[in-house]
T-cell receptor, first 112, second 114 residues
Framework: KAGVTQTPRYLIKTRGQQVTLSCSPI?????VSWYQQTPGQGLQFLFE???????NKGNFPGRFSGRQFSNSRSEMNVSTLELGDSALYLC???????????FGEGSRLTVL | GENVEQHPSTLSVQEGDSAVIKCTYS??????FPWYKQELGKGPQLIID?????GEKKDQRIAVTLNKTAKHFSLHITETQPEDSAVYFC?????????????FGSGTQLTVLP
């Protein structure tokens, strides 16, 4: 059974640009969550989607947004990139929003 | 909101010894406590979890204990092996009917010396 797949794995952007990251959950999983991982702040919750609805949102500015499609695949978007947005963005899926959470390998974003 | 503290930040043990990592949480509503292992260049991997209706759970060399009164939980790894070397994260979550978010500890870099 394939795990959580995130694309792209690595990307470099410049300040002011925007970026879209993609996540394909484990087959059958309907809940997708996004986390940001940085050396300074650790792992921080961004948002959770279940059945195409945002169920919960972390304490991030409105530049961070996401969505989930009918096939459970999810995307997150960061607009007007800042240097501090450089991080590993992790997607995680679970069968329901009460089940175990399985993470992908992440998308490493570098903002120059 | 929830706050999770994790200790120690680094831990070195000899191969075959035991390792213990401790976490405390602040929100009494938290009822789900997973542990993740993250190897270099990879995403966190769930290794064990515990829910608030049990006090201890074991899976081969790994065990987790939970003390809800004191609001702390611990990871115990016995007979450590070099491949156990990684960063370990604890997390806490209050699973409600509509949403769940994990609050993570700051991580423990475990090094198992051969």
């Amino acid at each position: 059974k394939a795990g959580v797949t995130q694309t792209p794995r690595y990307l470099i952007k410049t300040r002011g640009q925007q970026v879209t990251l993609s996540c394909s959950p484990i087959s059958g999983h309907r809940s997708v969550s996004w986390y940001q991982q940085t050396p300074g702040q650790g792992l921080q919750f961004l948002f959770e989607y279940f059945s195409e609805t945002q169920r919960n949102k972390g304490n991030f500015p409105g530049r961070f947004s996401g969505r989930q499609f009918s096939n459970s695949r999810s995307e997150m978007n960061v607009s007007t990139l800042e240097l501090g947005d450089s991080a590993l963005y992790l997607c995680a899926s679970s069968m329901t929003h009460t089940g175990e959470l399985f993470f992908g390998e992440g998308s490493r974003l570098t903002v120059l | 909101g929830e706050n999770v503290e994790q200790h120690p930040s680094t831990l070195s043990v000899q191969e075959g010894d035991s390792a213990v990592i401790k976490c405390t949480y602040s929100d009494s509503a938290s009822n789900y406590f997973p542990w993740y292992k993250q190897e270099l260049g990879k995403g966190p991997q769930l290794i064990i979890d515990i829910r608030s209706n049990v006090g201890e759970k074991k899976d081969q060399r790994i065990a987790v204990t939970l003390n809800k009164t004191a609001k702390h939980f611990s990871l115990h790894i016995t007979e450590t092996q070099p491949e156990d070397s990684a960063v370990y994260f604890c997390a806490a979550s209050a699973i409600s009917g509509s949403a769940r978010q994990l609050t993570f500890g700051s991580g423990t870099q475990l090094t198992v010396l051969p």
